[in-house]
Each structure stands twice: as structure tokens, then as C-alpha cells.
């Protein structure tokens, strides 16, 4: 285990349904991350948190709204979305902006 | 922002052979080059990192050699094992900011009994 943890594993929505996805990191980090892992394609950054504080978004539609609370908790609220948004999302920790990324292991999000 | 080449999508080794994936990136500035590994069900975990600073990194029967003038670097894995079978990502900073990371697509290994 990374010291990452993401719940649900695996969720179904349609694409009216509100559902958020939870991470929590055990490490004592300050850096949090959101990625995108689509089959064939490369992992997509798509948010990044420091210290609480969103210090990146890499373009995401506002259909995926981010939420960090604290250093050890990052969610991802999502409304509205598509069925090309049907991919693992990954969160990631680190112990700050220049170490490395610790990754959990991903929820898998189907949109019907 | 950073271009991530990958190359080959798919190795198949015979156990104890060794496997080479190779990584080429667009940004002359990118200075932090990790590579990770893929289980089925799991996260990506880092296996091994360099900077551009360094030449060579070596963990054990991992390598990492980096060439910044041809702006590529490659991983080296020696005397394959069963467990080494996963998919393999390399990625590179979007220039300095270490943690701006772009990825390949992905190897997939796979280590023949």
C-alpha cells in the first residue's frame, strides 16, 4: 500500500447523477493531485493542490469541481458528465511540489 | 507544454533476458524524469527517478540513463523476473516544475515463464 486510499473503487452514473470521489492520503504530505487515466492514453494532470491551496488546473471542463478540505483530503464533486469522462481517476500525494508522487489506486468511473 | 513519446507499446521478454523501454520529450528545460509501474488494480508506483543533472541511476536491476542533448532517456531492467510483468510509464516535467509532470502512453511488459 502507497498510503493512498480512494473510495469508491469503481462507480456508475448517469449522466444527470451528482457523485464525488474521495482521497485520503496517510503520509503527511502537503501536495495533492487529480489525474485522468483514459485507455490508450497517457495519464492527464488535472488539478493540484498545495498547502490547501489549487495551484493548478490543466483545463478541466467545470463539469469536474475539485475540493481540498486539508492537507489529507481531496475530493472530486462530478455533475453532468459524459460518457467519454468514463475513465480511472487517479489521486496522487507528495510530500511537497518537487518530491515524488505517491499515487492510490484509482477509482474506475463508468458514464452511461 | 510537454510531448511524452513512448516506445514500444507492447515487450515480451524471456525470463532473465533484459528489457529496455526507450522515452523521448519535446521541452529542452524539462529537468525530473521518473518512471513508473502499473499493476492490474493498482496505482502507478514509482520505480525509479533521475534528474538532469545525472547521466545514469541504477537501483538493484533497474537503470535509468538519460541523454539531454537528444532529449530522450530509457529504462533498463536486467535479469527479468514474472513480477516485473506490469505497464511501464515514463514521464518528464513541463520544464522546471518538477511536479507538472506529461507521461507516455505506456509499455506493456510482459515476462515470459
Known amino acids: 500500500e502507497t498510503g493512498v486510499t480512494q473510495t469508491p473503487r469503481h462507480l456508475v452514473m448517469g449522466m444527470t447523477n451528482k457523485k464525488s470521489l474521495k482521497c485520503e492520503q496517510h503520509?503527511?504530505?502537503?501536495?495533492m493531485y487529480w489525474y485522468k487515466q483514459s485507455a490508450k492514453k497517457p495519464l492527464e494532470l488535472m488539478f493540484v493542490?498545495?498547502?490547501?491551496?489549487?495551484?493548478e488546473n490543466n483545463s478541466v471542463p467545470s463539469r469536474f469541481s475539485p475540493e481540498c478540505p486539508n492537507s489529507s483530503h481531496l475530493f472530486l464533486h462530478l455533475h453532468t458528465l459524459q460518457p467519454e469522462d468514463s475513465a480511472l481517476y487517479l489521486c496522487?500525494?507528495?510530500?511537497?511540489?518537487?518530491?515524488?508522487?505517491?499515487f492510490g489506486p484509482g477509482t474506475r468511473l463508468t458514464v452511461l | 507544454g510537454e510531448n511524452v513519446e513512448q516506445h514500444p507499446s507492447t515487450l515480451s521478454v524471456q525470463e532473465g533476458d533484459s528489457a529496455v523501454i526507450k522515452c523521448t520529450y519535446s521541452d529542452s528545460a524539462s529537468n525530473y524524469f521518473p518512471w513508473y509501474k502499473q499493476e492490474l488494480g493498482k496505482g502507478p508506483q514509482l520505480i525509479i527517478d533521475i534528474r538532469s543533472n545525472v547521466g545514469e541511476k541504477k537501483d538493484q536491476r533497474i537503470a535509468v540513463t538519460l541523454n539531454k542533448t537528444a532529449k530522450h532517456f530509457s529504462l533498463h531492467i536486467t535479469e527479468t523476473q514474472p513480477e516485473d510483468s506490469a505497464v511501464y510509464f515514463c514521464?518528464?516535467?513541463?520544464?522546471?516544475?518538477?511536479?507538472?509532470?506529461?507521461f507516455g502512453a505506456g509499455t506493456t511488459v510482459t515476462v515470459r515463464a
Open positions: 503520509l503527511g504530505h502537503n501536495a
Open positions: 496522487a500525494s507528495s510530500q511537497d511540489l518537487t518530491d515524488t508522487q505517491y
Open positions: 514521464a518528464a516535467s513541463w520544464g522546471s516544475n518538477d511536479y507538472k509532470l506529461s
Open positions: 493542490y498545495n498547502f490547501k491551496e489549487q495551484t
